[in-house]
């Protein structure tokens, strides 16, 4: 396939657009929190509970969308998955407006500045301490995740430009910008913030897509995923009378389905009955960085106004990032395998020292250009140099030539017993042979292991580099010079850096208010306790900066949005079944709320570890029916006397909104068509 890609470069607009961007964020946010009051917990957490609908609804959308969705989701796309990775919004849209109307009420009428602090009001203190601690720790993956993301798209599209940037500093930028407005304004400063960024971010991802169809619409030539379940690509020549939308639903008329077969690894169609529930009720309901905004509400109605606006954003996000995912694959599958020749490189590596008989990996020290460049498809030569230096300055084109160092060649020790397992289904058509080859060996080994009573070891093998998909879009469809580039990049850094923020200043809400007010200094006064907040934030951002390079390692996944959404699973499901037990069952007694949440951390992770094959929201869902299970029968043998009163302890208005109410059931409505129109049954048709 032809090389398609132009030279990317950074022109003056791009740089001036791209650094005024950044400072008006900054000054607004900060500017906008100038009135907060000195010392105010309530104004520093929760901007004096004061928020606007519209601030509300762009604020849960910057807050929400990150790279992670950019990078992660567009990267999901890219591959088999398709449109189906798209339930995450549409489904977030459902969930939203239940939240508006079942959730929403009881918070605000309790006046809760933390979820956690909700558990102890309905159960005790215990369920609120384990369930700070629980989410602090998961925040922490997921300020790394975001970092990460974020970081790789600078690196991804700085490489493009010919400045090597690293992980390390792309996540040092990032890291800076978001903790300076947080810890000066808190949330008042990320919701004003969040207002710029969540409006670029938007036109700027419709604007990756329209210079994405009208790339396709001039290409001579495109890959097609042409089976889901078998993972095979073919490249297709493009006839020059059809059109770019013609040409798309050609490519990928069996990507434009919602549900995929329930024996997929990332999003099986038993998923949408009840695992994707889960996570999606958690993360608009129940946690903290989400819910901040809606707790600063100035009012209930006011609240669901916002939520419901955002439910409606949720349906346009879909179409400006899955769809040029699914474009970013048809005109960049061949760079996407070249940018994981360094991944693949150290696994083949390791494969050809466990298995020094195969007829797929062959090593060549430094081999001349001509030979690289003659090397033919079928088999992968290990192009060892002497140093590193001498493989960055390769330019190879061949996707089956991998180079590395020798340091990196000689590092490569597979374990006694290593299984390679490829991590999608497109290995086999890029490497049929291979495949084959590596299946059998992983049989022989297998049964060695077992014989020898050991745990095979298991490597990963990755074909694509699906999460480069938004960097080649942007290096490469958007007009070169006119300042366009400048102004997506800034509002991506602008997405990332809002749900960093958000997630900074929910991190630092909960160890301020949950931890150190309520365990470590039960008198401190509201300045010492917003005090402690601001130090927080700081700490949390170091540790977000130095954890985000370790999350590029391969082996720990493909898709950082798997790894996300995975993680969350060892909190989410208990916590749902704690707070919607809690609510529903009036008469549950206060050991439920420890008790849920303690059922789902260990069976969580014991389903993880016995039987890994379960996918991981088939595997919420099973944690979320024990916990239910548990909290039912500890309150069939201990119910509380009395039905529990969520008494109003807060001054704020609690009319509910009936024109949120309409066009919440406006947007329900046009989920559910959206999930009829990409279904098969319509597709057949």
């Known amino acids: 396939m032809p090389n398609l890609l132009a030279a990317f470069t950074l022109s003056a607009p791009d740089v001036l657009i791209f650094i005024a961007f950044v400072l008006v964020v ?5 500017y906008q929190s100038r009135t907060e009051r000195a010392g105010s917990s309530e104004d520093y957490f929760l901007a004096g509970r004061g928020l606007k609908w519209w601030l509300i609804g762009f604020s849960l959308i910057a807050a929400n969308i990150s790279t992670e969705q950019f990078v992660g989701m567009s990267g999901n796309a890219a591959s088999h998955v398709g449109l189906a990775i798209a339930s995450y919004e549409w489904m977030a849209a459902i969930t939203l407006v239940v939240v508006g109307f079942a959730f929403l009420p009881y918070f605000l009428r309790v006046g809760i500045f933390t979820m956690p602090e909700f558990l102890e009001h309905r159960y005790d203190a215990r369920a609120r301490t384990f369930m700070a601690v629980a989410t602090i720790l998961i925040y922490l993956l997921l300020l790394g995740s975001v970092t990460y993301s974020g970081a790789l798209t600078i690196k991804t599209l700085a490489g493009q430009a010919g400045f090597p940037i690293t992980l390390a500093q792309g996540s040092l930028v990032i890291g800076l910008v978001a903790m300076i407005y947080v810890t000066a304004g808190g949330l008042k400063a990320c919701a004003w913030a969040d207002l710029i960024q969540g409006s670029a971010l938007i036109l700027g991802g419709a604007i990756i897509l329209w210079f994405a169809f009208d790339k396709l619409g001039t290409a001579t030539e495109a890959a097609a995923i042409v089976s889901a379940h078998t993972g095979a690509v073919e490249i297709r020549q493009l006839s020059p009378e059809s059109g770019a939308l013609a040409r798309f639903w050609d490519l990928n008329a069996g990507r434009m389905n919602m549900f995929l077969p329930r024996t997929d690894a990332v999003l099986p169609w038993t998923a949408l009955l009840l695992g994707l529930w889960i996570p999606n009720f958690y993360y608009w309901g129940l946690n903290q960085y989400i819910t901040q905004r809606t707790l600063g509400s100035k009012s209930l109605a006011e609240g669901q106004r916002g939520i419901v606006f955002a439910a409606f954003l949720k349906l346009l996000i879909p179409f400006v990032i899955v769809i040029p995912g ?23 590596a390791k494969y050809l020292k466990a298995n020094p008989q195969t007829r797929f990996v062959e090593r060549a020290d430094a081999p001349a250009e001509e030979r690289i460049a003659a090397w033919p498809p079928g088999r992968y030569l290990l192009a060892v140099y002497p140093d590193e230096r001498a493989v960055a300055a390769l330019k190879v084109r061949n996707a089956h030539v991998l180079p590395l160092s020798r340091a990196q060649f000689e590092a490569a020790a597979p374990a006694d017993f290593t299984l390679f397992l490829t991590e999608d289904h497109s290995w086999q058509a890029v490497n049929p042979g291979l495949a084959e080859e590596i299946e059998a060996y992983n049989t022989r080994t297998e049964a060695a292991a077992q014989a020898a009573g050991r745990k095979p070891a298991v490597e990963k093998l990755i074909a694509f580099k699906y999460d480069t998909a938004l960097g080649q ?36 809400t909960i160890f301020a208010m949950d931890v150190f007010k309520k365990h470590l200094a039960r008198g401190a006064a509201p300045a010492t306790v917003v005090r402690v907040g601001r130090v927080a934030v700081v700490c949390f951002a170091v540790l977000a900066v130095l954890l985000a390079p370790a999350l590029g390692n391969p082996q720990i996944s493909n898709s950082i949005f798997t790894i996300i959404q995975a993680g969350q699973g060892f909190i989410s499901p208990g916590i749902l079944a704690v707070f919607a037990f809690g609510l529903v069952v009036r008469r549950a007694p206060p050991v439920c709320g420890i008790a849920g949440l303690v059922t789902n951390l260990v069976s969580y992770g014991a389903l993880m570890l016995l039987v890994p094959s379960v996918q991981f929201l ?16 500890l309150t069939l043998i201990r119910p509380l006397p009395h039905p529990f009163e969520f008494n109003q302890q807060s001054a704020i208005a609690l009319e509910t909104s009936r024109g949120a109410r309409r066009a919440g059931l406006v947007v329900i409505a046009i989920t559910l068509l959206l999930y009829l129109i990409f279904s098969p049954l319509v597709a057949a048709r």
């Open 26 to 30: 900054v000054g607004v946010g900060l």
């Open 326 to 348: 699914i474009i970013a694959f048809n005109l960049f599958s061949h760079e996407m395998r070249l940018e994981a020749a360094a991944d693949k490189a150290a696994a083949l």
């Open 473 to 508: 879009l942007l290096g490469h469809v958007l007009p070169q010079g006119v300042g366009l580039t400048g102004f997506v990049l800034a509002a991506l850094l602008g997405a990332v850096v809002s749900s960093l923020a958000a997630m900074l200043n929910a991190a630092s």
């Open 618 to 633: 088939n595997r919420m869902a099973i944690c979320f029916g024990l916990c239910l299970a548990v909290m039912a029968a």
